[in-house]
């Protein structure tokens, strides 16, 4: 199958700082990728969609200056979370699909972030 | 939101067949079926997916009913590595994944 690295794996950082999360599609280009992040015994929860060279589409409830998206190119997005505070410790997952008619996506390992 | 429902949780022996099920009763004619799953603190694994038919892979097979309304994963012989969370997922227009709440696989020595 089709591979997404996600850089880092974790991240901790100190409260009210920025983090920045990559996702790269390895060998294939995805003009459309996505965002989850997931809670500890939780399912994944949809953040927003990633289209290249447009905005992204961010899901209700999803804070859209809280969490920046960019895709700049096919084969790379980029989540910042800016003003990083407690409650924003997760598990922050990117996938990337297109690949076939029937839109497989393929997700990366993950970022555990941890705001102190 | 998520338009699939699966237990939370099923064990099953190593070395058995496991089967796992799921309830897609809202379903569109042109929507596929979608399996992935995560093991712990990992990003999710694409499994297998289908529309109609039943399907097959070297991981899995993908078991369709005729009204589509329900769905069921086999994992002939399931082995420890097999211990996961497993997703049913039906992509929504917009090729976003909404994933339910899965079942937990526990595979049994």
Same mark, same amino acid.
């Given at each position: 199958? @089709?591979?997404?690295?996600?850089?880092?794996?974790?991240?901790? /950082?100190?409260?009210?700082?920025?983090?920045?999360?990559? /996702?790269?599609?390895?060998?294939?280009? @995805?003009?459309?990728?996505?965002? *989850?992040?997931?809670?500890?015994?939780?399912?994944?929860?949809?953040?927003?969609?990633?289209?290249?060279?447009?905005?992204?589409? *961010?899901?209700?409830?999803?804070?859209?200056?809280?969490?920046?998206?960019?895709?700049?190119?096919?084969?790379?997005?980029?989540?910042?979370?800016?003003? @990083?505070?407690?409650?924003?410790?997760?598990? *922050?997952? /990117?996938?990337?699909?297109?690949?076939?008619?029937?839109?497989?996506? *393929?997700?990366?390992?993950?970022?555990?972030?941890?705001?102190? | 939101?998520?338009?699939?429902?699966?237990?939370?949780?099923?064990?099953?022996? &190593?070395?058995?067949?496991?089967?796992?099920?799921?309830?897609?009763?809202?379903?569109?004619?042109?929507? %596929?079926?979608?399996?992935?799953?995560?093991?712990?603190?990992?990003?999710?694994?694409?499994?297998?997916?289908?529309?109609?038919?039943?399907?097959?892979?070297?991981?899995?097979?993908?078991?369709?009913? &005729?009204?589509?309304?329900?769905?069921?994963?086999?994992?002939?012989?399931?082995?420890?590595?097999?211990?996961?969370? %497993?997703?049913?997922?039906?992509?929504?227009?917009?090729?976003?994944? %909404?994933?339910?709440?899965?079942?937990?696989?526990?595979?049994?020595?």
């Amino acid at each position: 199958g @089709a591979v997404v690295s996600q850089h880092p794996s974790r991240v901790i /950082c100190k409260s009210g700082t920025s983090v920045k999360i990559e /996702c790269r599609s390895l060998d294939f280009q @995805a003009t459309t990728m996505f965002w *989850y992040r997931q809670f500890p015994k939780q399912s994944l929860m949809l953040m927003a969609t990633s289209n290249e060279g447009s905005k992204a589409t *961010y899901e209700q409830g999803v804070e859209k200056d809280k969490f920046l998206i960019n895709h700049a190119s096919l084969t790379l997005s980029t989540l910042t979370v800016t003003s @990083a505070h407690p409650e924003d410790s997760s598990f *922050y997952i /990117c996938s990337a699909g297109g690949l076939a008619k029937a839109n497989i996506q *393929y997700f990366g390992a993950g970022t555990r972030l941890s705001v102190l | 939101d998520a338009k699939t429902t699966q237990p939370p949780s099923m064990d099953c022996a &190593e070395g058995r067949a496991a089967n796992l099920p799921c309830n897609h009763s809202t379903i569109s004619g042109n929507e %596929y079926v979608y399996w992935y799953r995560q093991i712990h603190s990992q990003g999710p694994q694409y499994i297998i997916h289908g529309l109609k038919n039943n399907e097959t892979n070297e991981m899995a097979s993908l078991i369709i009913t &005729e009204d589509r309304k329900s769905s069921t994963l086999i994992l002939p012989h399931a082995t420890l590595r097999d211990t996961a969370v %497993y997703y049913c997922i039906v992509r929504v227009t917009g090729n976003q994944f %909404y994933f339910g709440t899965g079942t937990s696989l526990t595979v049994i020595p």
